[in-house]
């Protein structure tokens, strides 16, 4: 037997334009028609901008595998490693918050990681480790295992939550899963169920996500390279760089003084002595248009149709020039958050295989 799910948001906030979270080509194409017909977009852009960005973080879906693997496939004596890490941070008796370099050595596979980590910052910005057998080991082993290697990549992990079962925490990993039948009704994020997942970024420098198991069809991990969007939309519609990088009003879900912040979705870092000119790209399309049980609320602005245009351009471009990394069980995938951007493919699970 198989699961799917689709959740939809009810209607925005009144002007809001006639968009929701899957974005639609026939809209997208009619919403681009009128406003460049309507004339005045700007044909350049903004001051202090780069006309294009070159490096090895742009390329394309289509071709970067021609010159690029980007999977790393774990030898017997990696895994051995491993193993052996793993016995010696549980004789350690300490909480699972402390798995550091310092207590999960990894002698021989430290120096490779060093390598994949350098390639976020100076390469491609992804990659994938391939080889560990989730089913080897218990559901506790697998967190020290993931927090472990990935401890050898970026040292400094993220808060991904301030609250754990409804009491304050530092919640540092996060479980993505299709919770629809648990909580029908209540879930405001797509990551949450079968659905497709659109091109977003998450918060922090790198993300990283550990396949326990892979779905029975479908779900498919997409990256795209930010500066590649970029150089496509600066050649062919500078304008929409002004939207991107202009003011947006952006929804904050939980308990806040506000119930949006202004800021940019677009950002530019000029060259200095040490590092090179960069375009970051932060932004998660829910945010703007809503999903499920989290609507956009009719308190905040409505977004534009500039900013409408410019969402379904990132996503229809990212399409267009992504790459599918072919996740497998026991992979873990690294991007550079602040360069790539990413989807999944909404998918079935069985109760076999979830």
Known sequence: MSTTTTITAPPGPPGQPDISYVPNPEKWRARAESRIKAGGLPNKVPEGFPEQLSGNLVWEGSSVAASYNWTFVLSDGHLDEIDSAVKHFKSLNLPTGHVSVETFPLPTLHPELRRLSAELHKGHGFFVIRGLRPDEHTREENLIIYAGVSAHIAPQLGRQDHKHNG???????????????????????????????VFHTDSG??????????????????????????????????????????????????????????????????????????????????????????????????????????????????????????????????????????????????AEQK
Do not use: M
């Open 205 to 350: 420098d790198i993300v990283s996500l550990f396949a326990l198991e892979t779905a029975a069809a479908g779900g498919a991990s997409k990256l795209a390279s930010t500066w590649r969007v970029y150089n496509e939309i600066a050649k062919t519609r500078p304008d929409l760089i002004h939207t991107l990088s202009g003011t947006w009003d952006q929804e904050v879900f939980e308990k806040a003084d506000k119930q949006w912040t202004e800021r940019p979705l677009l950002f530019h870092f000029p060259a200095t002595d040490s590092t090179p000119e960069r375009v970051t790209l932060q932004y998660g399309r829910r945010y703007f248009v809503g999903y499920g049980a989290l609507p956009r609320s009719p308190n905040v602005p409505a977004i534009t149709e500039a900013q409408a245009e410019a969402l379904d351009t990132l996503h229809f471009l990212g399409e267009k020039f992504c790459v599918n990394t072919n996740f497998q069980k026991g992979d873990i995938q690294y991007i550079n958050n602040l360069a790539i951007f990413h989807a999944r493919d909404g998918y079935t699970d069985t």
């Open 167 to 197: 009491e304050p925490a530092d919640v540092v990993l996060g479980h993505i899963k299709d919770l629809s039948s648990t909580q029908n009704g209540s879930i405001g994020s797509p990551a949450y169920t079968t659905d497709k997942q």
